[in-house]
């Protein structure tokens, strides 16, 4: 799907609305359009995938959770900071672990290597 | 300031930092504009900037759109940088590509060749990120350009794993955004041999892959079902250690399980008996896990193993071939219901509603009606609560029907907003679909009325009336029971059209008792009139006329209230009308006439529940709550109908009971024969079939009615058969004269459209029939005749068309016609079919002109004026002068000439 920029803005706002207002004891899914968004809150920063209704809730609430451990690890522990410093390196992590909307690689050794191995090239 | 790893551009630090120490919007605005000033100048400026300096200021400007600004330069300089050797320089230019430059950019071009050139470099790396760029852009531009070179990399042999699992994927992406412009190959057959890949990866990748293509074409990929059956049973069965670093938690490769569990589902159950066998096994040992202690206590572990177990029961659950595993899969989500985790509450209620649906797992299912109705009164998220209504409605059966409906009724009273439109639905449905005895769905539908008025639709209470015209056990109950409901000093609008329809049906059933005697419903009515709406109103007024016929008692007082100024002088014209029209009916006829035009209604054809198309219609789409798709559903067809002059035959049913009603029941169904507007529609009850034309034996009171109100001539002539063709037909076809192709005939039922080539003596003609209803067309027959000897001048052959038409669907015949020599009329054509068990006819003229036959001669101007010249008789030239009715436009005379074939 295209979306142009000031979709892509709503699109946000829109997300933000409808996922900050729900507490812990909610479920991580949440309906929206025609689609789900699957969720996880860590601290003050809530990580959202928006995925088909038929797809598998549970798989992709780990996936979250894996690139999580996955920029922990690469940023040492990570904090909010880190992710707004080094933007374009978080967008590196992601196409590692996620491509075309799927989960691409899953094993946190592999995509960690391969993230010191670039960020070792000039 | 956190450090910034590996290649830190410190100017770019530096300027996140000021960005965020700004105290205000307009301090950040400022220095946003002096920094984009400043690249500004930078990329304007003579000095040539090195590549480190163009990445930093391009990062930069990347930077400032992600806040939210307009960034409106710099793409150039982006795009050069993907010329660059050095990875971070190329990272950059590709990442401000794919996050800000649109498919249909001027640049997309030169990207397109810069990603060329790196793809068909021996640079993983640089390869990578360019297959990134595509994947993430995903344009036909870019579908068009590498759809060669990506299938290659996919499946040559020394493409390295990580590159061939992005080469996998952004396939994928281009194969969903432009599916025609990736030529299908020899790439094909081998792609389903990833599944055996040695490096998981390549596997989690190619599986994703893999399904898309499955579903376009599940035959041709066929041999993937037994490849993905292995490999998954090599996963599932082996220890955790076996698999090193894919172990998430414990669980062995947990994502990819899923992608192969869910890629099985393409698929029926496997034929290969061993096959089958091995696939039972690793679902069988995926249940039994479910069952064994925690490896850990984090929920990353439990959450891992639920996606691949709920995974493996939908797998079970769409096979459904399997009763043991069936019930096994119900037994485990059964103690997810109780489970303290939300999110497994919520899946196992989910998982459980369609194992509702199989025959083998439904009464497993319903042994967990307690905890599901506790669920509905206590879950605190309601997408929780909103499962437990689905898994309640698709448990439900004759055997549980009135204690689910009556829980559902009682949640309904405090449930939430957003669903409660959908319960209502539900709550009727089952209540129809289960019920034993009427008194019961009667009392439910009021029920709804009563707690959630305006939830409920039109669908819900026309079909109740519906219902009680059709049973006559329940009509006296129904009567007494909106009586005492109409009781209630507070009442929904909703309730006072069910009450105002059935009492006027009705009210004599219970008029015997004093305390519900004629003038007290009538006064109990009429108590609710001013503060209903003008729909309503139309609706009383119609409930009013009834009782005249009903009760000939209080035919005075209702008199005076068609004639208080209110009423007959309204500024409604629709309630205007009615008054006045219905006061002049009661006044002028005999007690017999009335008798016979206000005549009970007969039964109205048995259909599907409109309701349930209603929450089919609702359900797919999952639309959030909100008043906008209140859709236009049959319901308004009658009042439409009445200007499209279509002969539609009455049902059988009605006429056998007698001549006169089916007409008299339209005159009060048009009310209004003028306007015919939607919202007077007292017993449209949206039942297209109802006749809107009066027909034979109703000529007496149409008379009458015509001589009353002398602007309301429209019934005489509406919708009555004008020589054998359907209102309409003449004009339609004269329409063709000029065209080929165009819309001949269009009701709410039908569309009927047409399209046409003539070569010479030759043509054909081809008739779409588009069904434009939610149901299907039976027995549907289309006939030709030829009126006198046009079947020496025309050869007609017809291709046969199914007799079916489907709900939405389009049905194409072909007629061949030859012209054997000149002709003046046109074959007429005769489209029979039932709607509902309704015989419908409509006859046309099929659209065939003389004129199509004519062939352009071409001659030079010499020959021309030869033959010009010799027509010289009297009779070869013929003169007219009209005068224009509009206009000439050139440009329109051109294309009706050309229409004509004269051009």
């Excluded at chain 2, 194969?175 to 190959?185: A, F, H, Q, V, Y």
């Excluded at chain 2, 490849?227 to 049973?233: C, D, F, K, Q």
């Excluded at chain 2, 081809?766 to 209803?773: A, L, M, P, R």
Aim: a negative charge; charged letters at 20%.
């Amino acid at each position: 799907m295209h979306f142009g920029h000031d979709e892509k803005q709503k699109l946000i706002e829109e997300v933000h609305a409808v996922v900050t207002v729900r507490d812990a004891k909610h479920t991580n899914f949440v309906k929206f359009r025609n689609f789900k968004i699957v969720y996880r809150r860590y601290a003050g920063l809530y990580f959202c995938i928006c995925v088909d209704v038929s797809d598998n809730n549970l798989a992709y609430l780990e996936a979250i959770h894996n690139s999580i451990e996955v920029l922990n690890d690469y940023f040492h522990n990570v904090c909010e900071l880190d992710l707004i410093f080094n933007f374009h390196k978080v967008y590196s992590v992601v196409d590692e672990m996620f491509l075309a909307g799927e989960i691409r690689e899953t094993r946190q050794t592999k995509v960690l290597k391969q993230l010191l191995m670039l960020s070792s090239l000039e | 300031m956190p450090t910034v790893k590996g290649d830190g551009m410190r100017g770019l630090a530096v300027f996140i930092s000021d960005i965020r120490n700004c105290k205000s919007k307009e301090a950040e605005i400022k220095r946003i504009n002096k920094e984009l000033a400043n690249i500004r100048s930078k990329f304007k400026g003579d000095k040539t900037l090195d590549g480190y300096q163009k990445k930093k200021y391009v990062c930069k400007l990347l930077f400032i759109f992600l806040l939210g600004h307009d960034i409106d330069f710099g793409h150039m300089e982006a795009v050069n940088l993907l010329s660059s050797n050095r990875y971070t320089e190329k990272q950059i230019g590709y990442l401000f590509i794919s996050v800000l430059i649109g498919a249909n950019n001027d640049l997309m071009k030169l990207v397109i060749q810069a990603i060329r050139n790196d793809l068909a470099g021996r640079n993983p790396i640089h390869i990578t990120l360019a297959l990134q760029c595509v994947a993430n852009i995903g344009s036909r531009e870019m579908a068009e350009g590498l759809s060669v070179d990506i299938p290659k990399l996919l499946v040559s042999g020394d493409t390295i794993d990580s590159v061939k699992q992005s080469a996998a994927l952004t396939l994928l992406r281009l194969l969903r955004s432009s599916p025609d412009s990736i030529p299908m190959g020899e790439w094909m057959s081998r792609i389903i041999h990833l599944l055996n890949d040695q490096h998981m990866g390549v596997v989690t990748a190619a599986a994703s892959l893999i399904e898309n293509l499955v579903k376009k074409n599940p035959e041709e990929y066929k041999g993937c079902v037994s490849l993905a059956v292995s490999r998954l049973s090599r996963i599932v069965t082996s220890s955790y250690t076996d698999l090193q670093d894919y172990t998430y938690y414990f669980v062995p490769a947990p994502w990819l399980s899923v992608k192969l569990l869910r890629l099985l589902q393409n698929y029926p159950p496997p034929e290969d008996p061993a096959v089958k066998t091995r696939l039972s096994e690793c679902l069988e040992t995926i249940l039994n896990k479910a069952q064994e202690p925690p490896k850990s206590k984090k929920v990353q572990h439990s959450n891992a193993k639920n996606a691949v177990l709920f995974e493996a029961i939908n797998l079970i659950i769409h096979m459904d071939s399997d009763p043991n595993l069936l019930v096994r899969a119900c037994n485990q989500l059964g103690q997810f219901l109780q489970h303290r985790e939300t999110n497994l509450r919520y899946l196992a209620l989910e998982s459980m509603c369609l194992l509702a649906t199989s025959e083998f797992s439904h009464e497993a299912v319903k042994k967990h009606q307690e905890t599901v109705i506790t669920a509905l009164k206590t879950e605190r998220d309601v997408s929780v609560r909103q499962r437990a209504v689905d898994l309640l409605y698709a448990m439900c059966d004759r055997t549980n029907a009135e204690e689910i409906v009556g829980e559902m009724l009682e949640y309904l009273e405090s449930a939430d907003y957003s669903i409660r439109e959908e319960m209502v639905l539900k709550v009727a449905i089952l209540a129809e679909k289960y019920a034993v005895d009427y008194t019961w769905y009667v009392d439910v539908i009021l029920n709804l009325i009563r707690i959630a008025g305006d939830y409920v639709s039109e669908e819900v209470w026309y079909r109740v009336i519906q219902i009680v015209i059709n049973r006559d056990d329940v009509q006296g109950y129904a009567a007494k029971t909106v009586f005492e409901a109409l009781q209630a000093p507070a009442c929904h609008e909703n309730m006072v059209k069910v009450g105002g329809y059935i009492l006027g049906e009705f009210g004599n059933l219970i008029a015997g008792d004093p305390r519900s005697g004629s003038a007290v419903q009538f006064q109990l009515l009429h108590s609710k009139y001013h503060l209903c709406s003008p729909a309503t109103r139309g609706l009383l007024l119609s409930a009013y006329i009834k009782f005249i016929n009903l009760f000939p008692e209080i035919k005075h007082i209702i008199q005076d209230v068609l004639r208080s100024d209110n009423n007959m002088r309204n500024a409604d014209v629709e309630l205007q009308q009615r008054s006045i029209e219905y006061l002049q009916l009661s006044s002028i006829t005999t007690a017999d006439v009335l008798a016979t035009v206000l005549e009970e209604m007969p039964p109205f054809p048995e259909r599907e529940s409109s309701i349930l198309a209603k929450l089919k219609k609702k359900k797919p789409s999952s639309v959030p709550e909100g008043s906008e798709q209140k859709e236009t559903t049959a319901s308004k067809i009658p009042a439409v109908q009445m200007s499209n002059n279509v002969d539609i035959a009455p049902p059988t049913s009605i006429n056998l009971m007698s001549q006169g009603e089916s007409s008299t029941d339209d005159f009060v169904d048009q009310g209004s024969p003028q306007g015919g507007s939607a919202s007077v529609d007292l017993l449209g009850l949206g039942s297209p079939t109802q006749p809107t034309a009066p027909s034979v034996g109703s000529g007496g009171l149409l008379d009458m009615f015509d001589t009353l109100t002398s602007h309301s001539s429209a019934p005489a002539t509406n919708g009555i058969d004008l020589g054998g063709l359907s209102g309409g037909a003449e004009e339609a076809f004269r329409k063709f004269i000029c065209k080929n192709n165009g819309v001949l005939f269009e009701n709410d039922l039908l569309q009927i459209g047409v399209k046409s080539e003539y070569r010479e003596d030759l043509g054909r003609l081809w008739v779409f029939y588009g069904n434009k209803t939610t149901f299907q067309l039976n027995a549907f027959l289309v006939d030709v005749s030829t009126p006198g000897n046009l079947s020496e001048s025309l050869s007609i052959q017809q291709k046969p068309v199914g007799g079916e038409v489907e709900a939405g669907a389009q049905v194409k015949q072909q007629f061949n016609m030859a012209c054997v020599q000149e002709f003046a009329e046109a074959p007429v054509m005769t489209i029979q079919f039932l709607y509902s068990g309704a015989q419908q006819k409509i006859s046309l003229k099929l659209p065939v002109v003389l004129n199509k036959y004519i062939t352009p001669a071409e001659m030079d101007a010499n020959t021309f004026f030869t033959r010009w010249k010799a027509l010289n008789s009297p009779s070869q030239e013929c003169q007219q002068i009209i005068k224009a009715t509009s206009p000439i436009d050139h440009e329109q005379v051109k294309a009706k000439a050309s229409g004509y074939c004269v051009l």
